[in-house]
């Protein structure tokens, strides 16, 4: 080793010296401070109280965590129970009904009505009212013809005059051999033989006498009269035309005659207005050849039977009609007050539910859905009166889904113009 590698010892000693000079004479250390290797007291203390509240921390921390995600999961659950809850719009029904009248249609009739046939056969010789005519009670309207009918009845006469003189003849017998019985000039068995034979011609007599009467009778119909007072509306024959009376043969009408100073008015009313059915009462009448007139007629009868087929009942009213300005076959609106006994609402059409159970409507009640069944009235279009199963306070579901069933949970939609939040059907306003 030469004399440069040799260490500076001095130097060495130097830094060693002038670094422990410059240390902080007044801050002891470890060793000096607990003088047997083991931790000072204090310094535990604390370290323990910090991860105490470390993990007090940490545990307040997860607590808060789970807390807000089980919040969480449970406003999550109760927004989708709601979101799944249908909201529904709902109208209340209108109490009555827009019309206290019931307007039903109608046909005129004639108060009598009859169409002519002929009762014996031949050819029309003439007629004497065409159609529009206006005859009275036993007035001629036509004449038929019949040379067959006529030759019968002169020979019915000439039979009944043969059977008269043979009854004469059997008349004289008759009293001679009775007056010879009494002194026994004759038998009791002649006697009874010519009193019998008299007996038989009276019989002859009788039935060329009945005879005669049937073709008399039958003869007097070459003449039509008119049975009643009224107006010919038909005439369906000709001069000429040839008129089948047989029995066998079906009958052509000559005329159609209608007393039309009084007619008839049918009209099936609804069994649930049949109440308004009284006879005596007043109804009102409009046509529409009379455009702002209007007219009155009297419930005369109604038929006390519902039909079974339309359930509706069938009334005759009786229209006076002096001035004869009304015609039968014209068509009419009958205007009905209803009875005072019939209650009812209204409620828009896109309420009704059709199902097999009937026609039904929705109801909200507590909270959900029910399936009310109703009774319609009249129709109005746009709306319906129902006179059974509704109340006026009632929330009817509007256009509601063929798919509602009764009991299912529904809320109702808030309505415009301030009106308060949507709520879930059933719960208080916030």
Do not use: C
Not at 314 to 331: C, F, Q, R, S, W
Not at 356 to 364: A, D, P
């Amino acid at each position: 080793m030469t004399t440069d590698e040799t260490p500076d010892m001095s130097t060495n000693e130097t830094h060693i010296t002038s670094a422990e000079t410059t240390k902080t004479p007044d801050v002891p250390s470890v060793e000096t401070a607990q003088g047997d290797g083991r931790p000072p007291r204090g310094l535990g203390r604390m370290a323990f109280l910090g991860l105490a509240a470390v993990a007090i921390a940490l545990g307040v921390v997860i607590y808060l965590g789970i807390r807000t995600r089980t919040a969480a999961e449970a406003n999550l659950t109760r927004a989708t129970a709601q979101a799944a809850i249908p909201t529904v719009d709902v109208v209340s029904p209108t109490a009555g009904a827009p019309t206290q009248e019931l307007v039903l249609p109608g046909d005129m009739q004639p108060f009598t009505y009859a169409p002519i046939y002929a009762r014996t056969s031949g050819y029309v010789k003439r007629w004497y009212f065409d159609i529009g005519g206006r005859v009275k009670q036993g007035q001629l309207l036509a004449e038929i013809e019949t040379p067959e009918l006529d030759q019968q009845l002169d020979q019915a006469r000439a039979d009944l005059k043969t059977a008269q003189a043979n009854l004469a003849t059997a008349k004289i017998s008759a009293d001679r051999w009775q007056f010879l019985l009494k002194t026994n000039s004759v038998s009791k068995q002649e006697t009874d033989q010519f009193v019998g034979n008299y007996r038989a011609m009276q019989a002859t007599v009788d039935s060329n006498a009945a005879n005669v009467r049937r073709l008399e009778q039958l003869v007097s119909y070459e003449k039509v009269y008119a049975p009643f007072d009224g107006v010919i509306t038909v005439r369906n024959t000709d001069i000429g035309a040839l008129i089948d009376a047989n029995a066998n043969a079906p009958g052509k009408e000559l005329f159609d005659l209608a007393a039309i100073h009084k007619l008839r008015l049918y009209v099936a009313i609804p069994e649930v207005y049949a109440g308004a059915a009284q006879p005596g009462l007043t109804v009102t009448l409009r046509l529409d050849a009379f455009p702002g007139e209007v007219f009155h007629g009297t419930i005369v009868r109604n038929a006390n039977s519902i039909t079974q087929l339309s359930r509706t009942l069938l009334t005759e009213i009786d229209v006076d009609n002096a001035n004869d300005k009304l015609m039968p076959g014209a068509y009419a609106s009958v205007h009905l007050t209803l009875p005072a006994q019939v209650h009812s609402v209204t409620i828009p059409s896109n309420t009704l539910i059709f199902q097999k159970e009937g026609l039904q409507v929705g109801v909200v009640r507590n909270g959900q859905a029910e399936l009310v069944p109703i009774t319609i009235g009249r129709d109005y279009g746009s709306t319906l009166e129902v006179v059974t199963g509704l109340q006026p306070t009632d929330q009817v579901i509007a256009n509601p889904s063929d798919s509602l069933i009764a009991g299912t949970p529904v809320r109702i939609k808030a309505q415009p113009n301030n009106q308060p939040k949507p709520q879930p059907a059933g719960g208080s306003a916030q």
